[in-house]
């Protein structure tokens, strides 16, 4: 009975040997004539085959993401591959390369370019940023007429502009700043010829003039003779009277203008020569009304207040001056 059994097991044992070795045998035909394998499928058509089904992926993804040139920001694509796992007989070949290819016919990339903005018109196209921001700051450090006006924008489009160089887009964009112009006033001669002594001579004593002189305008007081000012670096050699801009200022006394023109910090100013080597400046006009050598009689409009030149604010800069020496007008007037 016991030896019965014996030999009953271990015909059992030879058989299940038996059929573990055929197992072994089977896995290894299929090992040495298939390899695991992915189908690829797009839009539910077989496109092929792929042994290497994560590195596809990422190159898919990477292209997504990147595109294949430098102005794509991105591809968009609609129908991304299925996988089916499945065993590949040897001879026939993955084409990994083929489907990456068809996989990019169906996208659509989407590309990424700036547009230059004047008054928010799009006038031209860069590759970049730092090309658009290049041509933004040429035109500013040209001092462009219009560079409030001009603005950079991020774009992105199906379609690829023409791009411009960043030297012709400066070219093609800069406006000049128009140049401030001379208005020129009555006399068409030579109004700027002329000697004027702009010497901060001054004395604090009464000489007498021999003239008497009237007042050019009326209006307030808002700097003395002899002042010191932030404004300026050196003592006031007049009198400063405030009024509204384009106030006629008539001549203190009557005599022959020796200047009229624009003199430094006195902005546009007219000189009248009197007699006794007398002399009154009227500095800072807004309108020069005579010219040098014209003959002013007393209380002729010679010129209209402003603040041209070192001013602040719309006044008359009086001065008396005798032999090229300032006194105080404070003396003779106001
Ligand atoms: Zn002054």
């Given at each position: 009975m016991l030896k019965k059994l014996l030999l009953h097991t271990r015909r059992s044992i030879r058989i299940i040997t038996l059929i573990l070795l055929s197992i072994l045998i089977i896995i290894g035909l299929v090992i040495l004539f298939y390899r695991p394998t992915y189908k690829v499928y797009i839009n539910g058509e077989q496109v092929g085959y792929t042994e290497n089904k994560s590195k596809l992926q990422s190159k898919i993804n990477d292209y997504i993401e990147?595109?294949?040139?430098?102005?794509?920001?991105y591809v968009q694509i609609d129908s991304l591959p299925e996988y089916e796992m499945c065993l590949l007989k040897k001879g026939e070949t993955a084409n990994d390369d083929e489907i990456f290819e068809k996989v990019k016919s169906q996208g659509t990339p989407y590309y990424r370019y700036y547009a230059i903005l004047e008054n928010q018109e799009e006038k031209m196209y860069v590759s970049n940023f730092t090309e658009a921001e290049t041509v933004v700051n040429s035109l500013k450090e040209k001092e462009s007429n219009n560079i409030d006006n001009i603005t950079i924008a991020e774009k992105y489009d199906t379609e690829l502009k023409d791009f411009i160089s960043t030297e012709e887009a400066v070219a093609k964009l800069y406006v000049e700043k128009p140049k401030p112009v001379e208005v020129k006033v009555?006399?068409?001669?030579?109004?700027?010829?002329g000697y004027v002594?702009?010497?901060?001579?001054?004395?604090g004593g009464k000489a007498s003039l021999g003239i008497s002189l009237i007042r050019p305008v009326s209006g307030v007081i808002t700097s003395r003779f002899a002042a010191s000012s932030r404004i300026r670096s050196s003592a006031h050699t007049g009198l400063d009277i405030a009024t509204s801009t384009g106030t006629p200022i008539k001549a203190a006394a009557s005599g022959t203008v020796s200047f009229s023109g624009t003199k430094g910090s006195y902005g546009k100013l007219v000189v009248i020569n009197h007699t006794n080597g007398v002399q009154t400046y009227y500095g800072h006009?807004?309108?020069?009304?005579v010219s040098a050598g014209q003959k002013v009689s007393q209380g002729e409009t010679i010129a209209a207040v402003g603040s041209t030149g070192?001013?602040?604010?719309?006044?008359l800069h009086l001065e008396i001056r005798i032999n090229g020496v300032a006194y105080n007008p404070q003396n003779y007037l106001y």
């Amino acid at each position: 009975m016991l030896k019965k059994l014996l030999l009953h097991t271990r015909r059992s044992i030879r058989i299940i040997t038996l059929i573990l070795l055929s197992i072994l045998i089977i896995i290894g035909l299929v090992i040495l004539f298939y390899r695991p394998t992915y189908k690829v499928y797009i839009n539910g058509e077989q496109v092929g085959y792929t042994e290497n089904k994560s590195k596809l992926q990422s190159k898919i993804n990477d292209y997504i993401e990147n595109g294949d040139s430098e102005n794509v920001a991105y591809v968009q694509i609609d129908s991304l591959p299925e996988y089916e796992m499945c065993l590949l007989k040897k001879g026939e070949t993955a084409n990994d390369d083929e489907i990456f290819e068809k996989v990019k016919s169906q996208g659509t990339p989407y590309y990424r370019y700036y547009a230059i903005l004047e008054n928010q018109e799009e006038k031209m196209y860069v590759s970049n940023f730092t090309e658009a921001e290049t041509v933004v700051n040429s035109l500013k450090e040209k001092e462009s007429n219009n560079i409030d006006n001009i603005t950079i924008a991020e774009k992105y489009d199906t379609e690829l502009k023409d791009f411009i160089s960043t030297e012709e887009a400066v070219a093609k964009l800069y406006v000049e700043k128009p140049k401030p112009v001379e208005v020129k006033v009555a006399s068409t001669s030579s109004s700027s010829s002329g000697y004027v002594n702009t010497a901060t001579t001054i004395s604090g004593g009464k000489a007498s003039l021999g003239i008497s002189l009237i007042r050019p305008v009326s209006g307030v007081i808002t700097s003395r003779f002899a002042a010191s000012s932030r404004i300026r670096s050196s003592a006031h050699t007049g009198l400063d009277i405030a009024t509204s801009t384009g106030t006629p200022i008539k001549a203190a006394a009557s005599g022959t203008v020796s200047f009229s023109g624009t003199k430094g910090s006195y902005g546009k100013l007219v000189v009248i020569n009197h007699t006794n080597g007398v002399q009154t400046y009227y500095g800072h006009c807004s309108k020069l009304y005579v010219s040098a050598g014209q003959k002013v009689s007393q209380g002729e409009t010679i010129a209209a207040v402003g603040s041209t030149g070192n001013s602040t604010g719309p006044h008359l800069h009086l001065e008396i001056r005798i032999n090229g020496v300032a006194y105080n007008p404070q003396n003779y007037l106001y």
